[in-house]
């Protein structure tokens, strides 16, 4: 998963509404509003970057250490694929 880049959904409608994400999925019928570390994630998804980048960016807006973090980011990341939030495609360097 490092080496693959995460993007935004470009079929996920969403919203920012004041510090919050409401994330319309296609064909659904509600609404589901991101916590507020997912939030965090999804604006610094508005351009790709690869698992270790977006927990870099996270780590230092949380100020705690990347290695202290890696796994609740690639549990998050995980979540988000599966709400069909965010994808991961192949980096251009690959």
């Known amino acids: 998963m490092s ?3 995460l993007v935004r959904s470009p079929a996920m409608l ?7 994400v409401v994330l ?14 997912a939030a965090a994630a999804w604006r610094m998804l508005e351009a ?4 270790p980048e977006l927990t870099d960016a996270l780590a ?5 250490p990347p290695d202290d973090i890696v796994d609740d980011v690639r549990s998050l990341v995980e979540d988000l694929i599966d ?3 965010i994808e991961m495609v192949a980096h251009a360097d690959d």
């Open 48 to 51: 790709p970057r690869t698992l």
């Open 14 to 20: 969403w919203r920012n509404l004041g510090e919050r």
């Open 3 to 5: 080496g693959e880049l």
């Open 60 to 64: 230092a807006t949380y100020r705690v």
């Open 83 to 85: 709400r069909s939030a």
């Open 24 to 37: 319309a999925p296609p064909g659904a019928e509600d609404f589901e509003e991101l916590s507020p570390t």
